[in-house]
């Protein structure tokens, strides 16, 4: 497992085909730093977010990895002022479902307004070892 600090950011259109991409952005950085248990966690966590800002915001989105030791915030961040709402949909609701995936999958997340405009959603994610470590979730 990694220790130490690191931080990549992606920037990409808002397209649905984008939103493989920054799966596959995001697990391609665990996986180089030793966090592949973060891997399946983190890839639906960014898929939601990252959903929510091409359908929502319907223009360019960022993706950052922060990694600091076993901990994973992704981030990402739109143009948009429009705080998400976490709601409580059900399997019978089209849609609704994101930001209660990403609170379940997540030890915590928030929203950032950002100065210049627009937000950043963030999620934190404690790897499987951390939690044991910290006796979370066993």
Do not use: C, Q, Y
């Not at 359908?55 to 993706?63: I, K, L, T």
Request: cysteine-free; charged content about 20%.
């Amino acid at each position: 497992m990694t220790s130490g600090f690191l931080t990549r950011t992606m920037t990409w259109d808002a397209e649905a085909s984008n939103i493989a991409e920054a799966r596959r952005f995001v697990a391609d950085e665990l996986v180089a730093h030793g966090l592949d248990d973060a891997v399946p966690d983190a890839r639906l966590v960014v898929s939601e977010l990252a959903t929510n800002a091409v359908r929502h915001a319907g223009s360019r989105f960022s993706v950052s990895v922060d990694v600091m030791g076993a901990d994973v915030t992704i981030t990402v961040t739109d143009p948009s002022s429009t705080l998400p709402t976490l709601l409580h949909a059900t399997s019978l609701h089209d849609n609704g479902r994101g930001l209660a995936i990403v609170a379940e999958l997540s030890s915590s997340w928030g929203v950032t307004p950002e100065p210049h405009g627009g937000k950043s959603v963030w999620a934190l994610i404690v790897t499987p070892a951390h939690r044991d470590g910290l006796g979370r979730w066993g």
